[in-house]
T-cell receptor
Framework: DAGITQSPRHKVTETGTPVTLRCHQT?????MYWYRQDPGHGLRLIHY???????DKGEVSDGYSVSRSKTEDFLLTLESATSSQTSVYFC????????????FGAGSRLTVL | GDSVVQTEGQVLPSEGDSLIVNCSYE??????LFWYVQYPGEGPQLHLK?????DKGRNKGFEAMYRKETTSFHLEKDSVQESDSAVYFC???????????????FGRGTQLTVWP
């Protein structure tokens, strides 16, 4: 168990409201990632972090921001949620050195009405 | 840019059938290649990997050969079981530049449903 906890696991919200998803890890890993999963699109990278306060954009970053003020927490924020952001969001960490192998959390299902 | 294309949609073999799920990739670099598996209600997890050309990844009777000449990493199994039913993702990782670690690019996923 890589010690990844995502919260909340399920959330229903309305268009235009802000939403923050939290990813917490207990093993002091440097690299953390946020992906979204949608039918027909697979897994797409939103943002990632390579250290405290060091983040970068992925391929679908529009409408999302992230913050990493502590090693163990990586927050994903939707400033003003839209229906197109209804998705399952996965946090991942990279364990160890060498191969770029990711370990994923259990996911957060977000529905924007 | 880097990309992965894999067999899309559903694959519906019967138990005991052989299986091939195609995966082709595009990159200007020398990537590492992966297959991830996802069971219902869970996040994806590493299934097997190959780090360089001509490496073969193996796990639970599945194999995939890293073929640079055909830019492919097809997932194969001689005899599938009902417990193999899951979604399978092919992925590649470039090696990044400077201090930034390479990123992982996923295919769209293949739903494997094995009939008993």
């Amino acid at each position: 168990d890589a010690g990844i906890t995502q919260s909340p696991r399920h959330k229903v919200t309305e268009t235009g409201t802000p939403v923050t998803l939290r990813c917490h890890q207990t093993e002091n890993h440097r690299y953390m990632y946020w992906y979204r999963q949608d039918p027909g699109h697979g897994l797409r990278l939103i943002h990632y972090s390579y250290g405290v306060k060091d983040t970068d954009k992925g391929e679908v970053s529009d409408g999302y921001s992230v913050s990493r003020s502590k090693t163990e927490d990586f927050l994903l924020t939707l400033e003003s949620a839209t229906s197109s952001q209804t998705s399952v969001y996965f946090c991942a960490i990279r364990q160890g050195s060498g191969a770029n192998v990711l370990t994923f959390g259990a996911g957060s299902r977000l529905t924007v009405l | 840019g880097d990309s992965v294309v894999q067999t899309e949609g559903q694959v519906l073999p019967s138990e005991g059938d052989s299986l091939i799920v195609n995966c082709s990739y595009e990159t200007t670099q020398y990537p590492s290649l992966f297959w991830y598996v996802q069971y219902p209600g869970e996040g994806p997890q590493l299934h097997l990997k190959a780090m360089k050309a001509n490496d073969k990844g193996r796990n639970k009777g599945f194999e995939a050969m890293y073929r640079k000449e055909t830019t492919s990493f097809h997932l194969e199994k001689d005899s599938v079981q009902e417990s193999d039913s899951a979604v399978y993702f092919c992925a590649l990782s470039d090696h990044g530049r400077g201090s930034t670690l390479g990123r992982l690019y996923f295919g769209r996923g293949t739903q494997l449903t094995v009939w008993p």
